[in-house]
């Protein structure tokens, strides 16, 4: 049977880091205000969380921190994929104790691993965490390409709940979806929310949903009551944003519009570089008159 409490919104959740690593006071005060804007839960240390620059313990610190933050409200979603499978294991065991809902990995990365390998390394993390396993299907990064028998096999192992499908392949979706009607699917592509909900997702995993997240939960609701409509209009008002993030860099950008709104999380860790001025401008002149700031006061 479908995890309804995994369904919805989720914020891919930024890190805010400080001099001294992460920043758990202001990634507090964030987590607090996005499910104040009616977030559906946080899905913690993923690529947005910049997970491939922290250490093993940073993202124990994280996650415990969000968690605490959220005090009981919303689903946590705890990203634990690694380099190294042994990192893995070990985050996805801490975020069973430190309380979490669920665990999520993207496929393993850098090596060209076998199909075979890829399966064993989702079978791995679903025996320990005994928590719910979202497979983080995002080829464009991790340059694996899975074929829908393929994605079958992940989504059939025994303790894996559904997936985050990050790709524009809408077919796919769909015939995973009814493939799996009792597991979670969300659509990865906040530019597409729309598209992933019409071919069943049941809600979705964003970056841009740090900065403009009742946007999000505004086109889902819509969606929900059959006024596509109003669900076009949302979408479309987001991906006015979105449009220009692209161009200056999105985890960057994300984070500086967060500041301009006066939530400061700190900068991109390196090799990121500082936004210019003249992307800052663009974010000023062509991003903030677009965005609802109320949620953050």
Aim: glycine content about 10%.
């Amino acid at each position: 049977m479908k995890n309804r409490k995994l369904t919805g919104i989720h914020p891919a959740l930024v890190t805010a880091f400080d001099a001294n690593g992460v920043d758990t006071k202001a990634t507090g005060r964030l987590v607090d205000k996005l499910l104040g804007a009616g977030v559906d839960g946080m899905y913690i240390g993923g690529s947005t969380g910049e997970m491939v620059l922290q250490s093993v313990a940073e993202r124990k610190t994280l996650l415990e921190c969000v968690i605490e933050a959220a005090a009981g409200r919303g689903a946590m979603i705890a990203h634990v994929g690694a380099m190294s499978t042994a990192d893995t294991l070990e985050l996805a065991r801490h975020a069973k104790a430190a309380g979490a809902d669920a665990v999520s990995s993207v496929t393993p990365l850098y090596y060209r691993y076998t199909f075979r390998e890829v399966k064993y390394y989702y079978e791995r993390i679903a025996e320990a965490a005994e928590l719910p396993v979202i497979i983080y299907n995002i080829p464009a990064l991790t340059g694996l390409v899975l074929n829908f028998g393929q994605l079958s096999e992940l989504l059939s192992i025994p303790g894996v709940g559904g997936m985050k499908f990050t790709s524009s392949d809408f077919f796919q979706l769909e015939r995973l979806r009814t493939a799996f009607p009792d597991h979670v699917f969300y659509n990865g592509s906040d530019e597409m929310l729309l598209s992933g909900l019409a071919a069943g997702a049941d809600g979705g995993i964003g970056s841009t949903y740090n900065y403009q997240p009742k946007t999000f939960v505004n086109i889902r609701k819509a969606f929900l009551a059959n006024d596509m409509q109003s669900a076009r209009k949302y979408q479309t008002e987001a991906n006015r944003t979105i449009e220009v993030i692209l161009r200056n860099g999105v985890l960057a950008s994300t984070k500086k519009l967060l500041e301009l709104m006066g939530m400061d999380v700190g900068l991109c860790r390196e090799p990121y570089m500082p936004l210019t001025d003249e992307m800052i401008a663009d974010l000023q002149e062509n991003v903030m008159p677009l965005l609802d700031t109320d949620w953050l006061r």
